[in-house]
């Protein structure tokens, strides 16, 4: 039978701006990847999502992003591998100090926005920002695009990895996503969304923008949290799924 992770980004909401519905798609995930103050998020927030994580007893991990409050982390930077390792063991070091006070371990480390967009390309990036994991705690999985960089390094810095699918987004024929300025970049049609997880999860395959078939591999699905439809996409997916005959369970089972 097979199983697969179902993840969204949170705790993306900051101060008095608040983003998603996190309290009602952590009990339908498996897995909760949290910002950790750098492009949304602040203590609070942060707090407050662990504790929602906890008791509906789902898995959780660092989300760390560019330092972009104001274009929330999807704004590329030119940063050096020795700063990214600097970004990722600042911001998972603070989320691990709210994981601890709640009693929870972390799982995993996702980047955000555009700085996973560009380790997906970038190996010298990814190399670093996997340098970072590595220092912090070297048995965390990092979760990565299917076919990219990221996963790449990480596997060549002995760390386990989980490849990521995206429920809401196209792609490119390189396996890339679908840059979110460009007309089709996201997917908002519940029934296609749908159907193109079951068909990734259960064929390794996508179609591209172009119409063209890739072949990907499909740990985890992702479903972004600040987007309008999360909650209905996350709702769908865990259904369809399982009568599909597919198990949903957090990455730590897979290991």
């Not at 994580?53 to 999807?74: E, T, Y």
């Not at 799982?107 to 390309?121: C, E, I, L, M, S």
């Amino acid at each position: 039978m097979p199983f697969v992770d179902l993840n969204s980004d949170l705790g993306e909401s900051f101060g008095a701006y608040k983003i998603g519905c996190d309290d009602q798609v952590i009990p339908i995930i498996t897995s909760a990847n949290v910002a950790c103050g750098f492009h949304a998020s602040d203590p609070v927030v942060m707090d407050t999502t662990l504790q929602i994580a906890r008791k509906a007893g789902i898995q959780v991990g660092a989300h760390p992003g560019f330092p972009d409050l104001m274009g929330f982390g999807r704004r590329n930077m030119v940063i050096t591998p020795a700063e990214a390792k600097a970004y990722v063991l600042y911001q998972v070091g603070a989320l691990s100090a709210f994981c601890k006070a709640n009693g929870l371990t972390l799982q995993h480390v996702k980047p955000h926005g555009a700085f996973y967009n560009t380790a997906a390309k970038d190996y010298a990036l990814a190399k670093g920002i996997c340098e970072g994991i590595a220092a912090f705690d070297d048995s965390l999985i990092v979760m990565g695009l299917s076919g990219s960089e990221l996963i790449n390094a990480a596997n060549a810095l002995g760390l386990k990895s989980a490849s990521e699918v995206f429920a809401d987004r196209a792609y490119e024929d390189d396996g890339t996503l679908v840059n979110r300025k460009k007309p089709g970049a996201m997917i908002e049609d519940e029934d296609l969304a749908v159907a193109r997880v079951v068909r990734m999860v259960k064929e390794h395959k996508v179609t591209t923008i172009t119409g063209k078939d890739i072949d990907l591999k499909a740990d985890s699905i992702c479903v972004h949290g600040d987007g309008p439809k999360a909650l209905a996409f996350s709702a769908l997916i865990r259904k369809k799924l399982t009568e599909e005959g597919v198990t949903l369970r957090p990455l730590k089972d897979m290991f």
